[in-house]
């Protein structure tokens, strides 16, 4: 955050607000919320010293660069350095009711409920931020087990990717030919668009990463397919080498096909296959079944 929103030139008598507004907007706060175009200006001075150490890339402070002046911030005044400013922020409740909303949309759905949101924000305050016990209270709440949060999430392209191969134990021989694929379908490893990373949602679907999307599947449900016809036939060139990486998984094909529909698609169903259809054949129709691409 330092290197991309300009900290190297935030210094006392010249802050820069770029770090202070998006560490409020974006990842405490919400944009829009309790703070003030004031605050962010206070917040910028008390960041000011913040630096990247060019040698080994770790954090470092530049006295002679900080503003040590009286800063007003939320109501308290003082001599803040950027330290005092972060904990006056997680003072704040919105703050983590910030973060479960996004953890909401990420593992629930899109929309929130406001009541749950308080009080897993609330436990999570009180837990002094821990993220892990707030997490398993997400993975294991109601509205996660629901139903009408079922397939109401876009896969994003590391999850639709990464998911696969690790469903499926397959093993890839090339892991750049994934990197690119992960690129095509709009998530350019280690370089998101701003320091906001990737939107998400529905933004991960256009017709340019939809079609990557669809050579992606084609690929490994054909790579499946070949080693459920043949477990002694390599993948196709960008799958996996090792024909029984993928037959734990892909046996629900050949002998439970039903379960396997169950597993792979989190809503609806596909049409029920042909009296004798070819297994192979009923796990790429599953893997290219538009629910395939939801969570």
């Not at 206070?42 to 402070?61: C, K, V, Y």
């Not at 900080?66 to 803040?80: A, E, P, Y």
């Not at 629901?146 to 998911?163: D, Q």
């Not at 350019?188 to 992606?216: C, E, M, Q, Y």
């Amino acid at each position: 955050m330092l290197l991309y929103l300009d900290g190297q030139t935030n210094r006392a008598g010249n802050p820069n607000e770029n770090f202070a507004r998006e560490f409020l907007e974006l990842f405490t706060l919400g944009e829009g919320r309790v703070y003030t175009e004031p605050d962010i200006r206070e917040a910028a001075r008390a960041f000011t010293g913040w630096r990247i150490n060019a040698a080994n890339g770790e954090f470092l402070f530049s006295p002679a660069e900080h503003d040590g002046g009286v800063k007003k911030f939320f109501g308290h005044s003082g001599h803040f350095t950027g330290r005092r400013i972060i904990d006056i922020v997680l003072q704040q409740p919105r703050t983590a009711e910030h973060i479960v909303e996004k953890l909401w949309r990420d593992f629930i759905s899109e929309f929130p409920a406001p009541d749950r949101v308080k009080t897993l924000a609330a436990e999570f305050r009180n837990s002094g931020y821990e993220i892990k016990p707030l997490l398993r209270r997400i993975l294991n709440s109601a509205e996660f087990q629901s139903a009408e949060n079922r397939g109401t999430i876009i896969k994003s392209p590391v999850e639709l990717s990464i998911g696969t191969l690790r469903l499926f134990q397959l093993i890839p021989d090339d892991l750049s030919w994934i990197a690119w694929f992960i690129a095509q379908m709009g998530q350019d490893l280690f370089d998101p668009p701003n320091v906001g990373s990737w939107p998400g949602g529905k933004h991960w679907i256009n017709t340019a990463t939809l079609t990557a999307r669809r050579t992606f599947l084609s690929e490994y449900a054909g790579a499946l397919k070949n080693m459920i016809s043949n477990p002694n036939m390599p993948g196709s060139a960008i799958a996996s080498s090792q024909a029984s990486a993928g037959k734990f998984n892909a046996r629900l094909a050949i002998d439970r096909p039903g379960l396997m529909a169950q597993v792979l698609l989190p809503i609806g169903s596909m049409r029920r296959p042909l009296p004798g259809a070819p297994p192979g054949d009923v796990l790429r129709r599953l893997l290219m079944h538009p629910g395939y691409q939801l969570k």
